[in-house]
């Protein structure tokens, strides 16, 4: 079993800024791939971004591309998702995943095997 614990987000300005964060106890952190996900509200999940399990690797949705950075320290089992130049489109709850690799991540069908609780973002215009 993983336990995902997500943290960091708040309420912000169109424009700024905020850096989620989410601690992973349990088994092995370096494992498993690493990805954050987000819902607004009435709209279906949707992938953000993915880091492999060394941190070597990241993709991201082409909504984000430029504006979100996923990273991870394995020192620490705890990934990060820096977000900047926030518009209200991002408004949304994030969600923490671990996966064996980016590809089920990013999957239409994401093969998930475990997820946080959620942190709420929300962007004010």
């Known amino acids: 079993q993983v336990q995902l614990v997500e943290s960091g987000g708040g309420l912000v300005q169109a424009g700024g800024s905020l850096r989620l964060s989410c601690a992973a106890s349990?088994?092995?952190?370096?494992?498993?791939?690493m990805g954050w996900f987000r819902q607004a509200p009435g709209k279906e999940r949707e992938f953000v971004a993915t880091?492999?399990?060394?941190?070597?690797?990241?993709y991201y949705a082409d909504s984000v591309i430029g504006r979100f950075t996923i990273s991870r320290d394995n020192a620490k089992n705890t990934v990060y998702l820096q977000m900047n130049s926030l518009s209200p489109v991002d408004t949304a709850v994030y969600y923490c995943?671990?996966?064996?690799?980016?590809?089920?991540?990013?999957?239409?069908?994401?093969?998930?095997?475990?997820w946080g609780q959620g942190a709420q973002v929300t962007v004010s215009s």
């Open positions: 995943a671990a996966a064996l690799s980016t590809t089920q991540i990013m999957h239409t069908d994401p093969r998930v095997d475990y």
């Open positions: 349990g088994r092995t952190f370096s494992d498993y791939a």
């Open positions: 880091v492999s399990r060394l941190g070597r690797n990241t």
